[in-house]
């Protein structure tokens, strides 16, 4: 399932436009701001990267492709 994810959110990547992208990178910037001095470049990284999957998701109404996350039926 993790790798069908990545590729999902490979797909989701390449989809979305320019400037779509450039404001999600910004508003993380922002929100990550007051905690950059007590991060590593790595954790910045990965928590932008995380900020902006969800926010994809959320803008097209997807839900996350894990069993943690799928509600039961």
């Not at 997807?62 to 943690?68: C, E, I």
């Amino acid at each position: 399932m993790t790798t069908l994810e990545e590729k999902f959110f490979a797909a989701l990547l390449t989809s979305a436009s320019e400037d779509e992208l450039l404001a999600l990178r910004e508003q993380a910037a922002r929100e990550l701001a007051p905690y950059r001095s007590r991060i590593s470049a790595v954790q910045s990284r990965q928590i932008e990267q995380q900020f902006l999957r969800k926010r994809l998701l959320e803008a097209r109404s997807l839900p996350r492709l894990s069993l943690f996350y799928m509600g039961l039926a």
